[in-house]
Structures are given as C-alpha cells and as structure tokens.
T-cell receptor
C-alpha cells in the first residue's frame, strides 16, 4: 500500500460527458502529479501541483483541468469526453523539497476510465 | 528532445537473468529511476541511481549507468515468475521536480 488513494477505481461513461477523479496523497506529501497511461502511449505526464499551486504542466488537454485543495487532495476533471480519453489515470505524490529528497514518487492504484 | 526510450517487450526463462535497457536525454546531473508495475496496480519504485554513479546493486537488482551513451540498464538476477511486470525507466533533472517516464518494458517470465 503506497498510501495514495484514488477514487473511483473504475468508471464507465459516454462520450461528451464529464467526470472527476479524486486523489488523496500520502500523509505529509505536498506534491501531487497526474499521469495518463494508455496502451499505445505509455505514461504521459499531465500536471503537477505543489501545496495548492500548479507547478508544472505536461501534455494536458484543454478539456482537462485539475486542482489541489487546502487539505492537499487533488481532483482531475475531464470534460467533453472522447473515446480516446479511455485510459488509466494515475495520481502520484511526493515530499518534494525536503532534505534528503531522492525523488521517489508514490503512485495510487489508478482510476480506469472507459468512454463508450 | 525529452525522450526516455525503452524496448517494449522482453521474454526470459525462469532462473535466467533479465536485462532491461533504457536511454535517456538529459545531459546535466540527474536522477534515474526504475519502477515496476504489476498487473492492476500502480507503479512502485524499485531502485534509483544518481548520474555521478556507475553502478548500484540491491539484492537481485543491478543498475548500470553509461553516462557517455546516456544508457541505463536494470539487471534482474535469477528471474522469477513474480518478476513478470512492466518496468519503467524515468529521469529527473537535479533541482527540478519534473519526471520523464519511458514507455515501459513488459517482462514476461516463462516457467
């Protein structure tokens, strides 16, 4: 158990809909990362938050947005869903910046999104 | 560019050694990581190495780093069926919090 919790584990929805994926980082971790894993594209970095603020952006579509709340949990919002958005979405957390930091990311088990 | 490249598949027999390869791009000081993803699970860190090292050994795992060629390898000795998984290489430039992952290598261990 990594200590990172993601909900829901599975989600099936239709094209055009909107969903929200939730992530609770490990206790004490200030940084949250979101990744998308699809069969043909490996692990794609979407976005990173640190202590409530956006720190880095990757290949995140404009239809997607995220935020990190004061209690450090994060949500990834996916809207106007398309078939190609079907993927496994991972959240990872890290201490970032603390002394002795080696950079380990702790991953949740992922949320599997299927768009029909 | 920012590409971390890995071969997609590797198949070995139980008891043999597995060698998973990765090439990275950052030329500055960097951390390099190996993560393992078992079916239905998230990624879990196996080991990491800093770019001022050539080798790191941890039980059955040996990481070799060729800085000149920007080549990283993970050797698993006495490979077991429980080692069947996807292995990801990742790099992070020192002083940054940006990780770049490879596409993953799917290791299949044959009994």
């Amino acid at each position: 158990d990594s200590g990172v919790t993601q909900t829901p584990k599975h989600l099936i929805t239709a094209t055009g809909q909107r969903v929200t994926l939730r992530c609770s980082p490990r206790s004490g971790d200030l940084s949250v990362y979101w990744y998308q894993q699809s069969l043909d594209q490996g692990l794609q970095f979407l976005i990173q938050y640190y202590n409530g603020e956006e720190r880095a952006k990757g290949n995140i579509l404009e239809r997607f947005s995220a935020q990190q709340f004061p209690d450090l949990h994060s949500e990834l919002n996916l809207s106007s869903l398309e078939l190609g958005d079907s993927a496994l979405y991972f959240c990872a957390s890290s201490v970032n910046g603390k002394e002795g930091y080696t950079g380990e990311l702790f991953f949740g088990e992922g949320s599997r999104l299927t768009v029909l | 560019g920012e590409d971390v490249e890995q071969s997609l598949f590797l198949s070995v027999r139980e008891g043999d050694s597995s060698v998973i390869n990765c090439t990275y791009t950052d030329s500055s000081s960097t951390y390099l990581y190996w993560y393992k993803q078992e079916p239905g699970a998230g990624l879990q860190l196996l080991t990491y190495i800093f770019s001022n090292m050539d080798m790191k050994q941890d039980q059955r795992l040996t990481v070799l780093l060729n800085k000149k060629d920007k080549h990283l390898s993970l050797r698993i000795a006495d490979t077991q069926t429980g080692d069947s998984a996807i292995y990801f290489c990742a790099e992070r430039a020192s002083g940054t919090y940006k990780y770049i992952f490879g596409t993953g290598t799917r290791l299949k261990v044959l009994a």
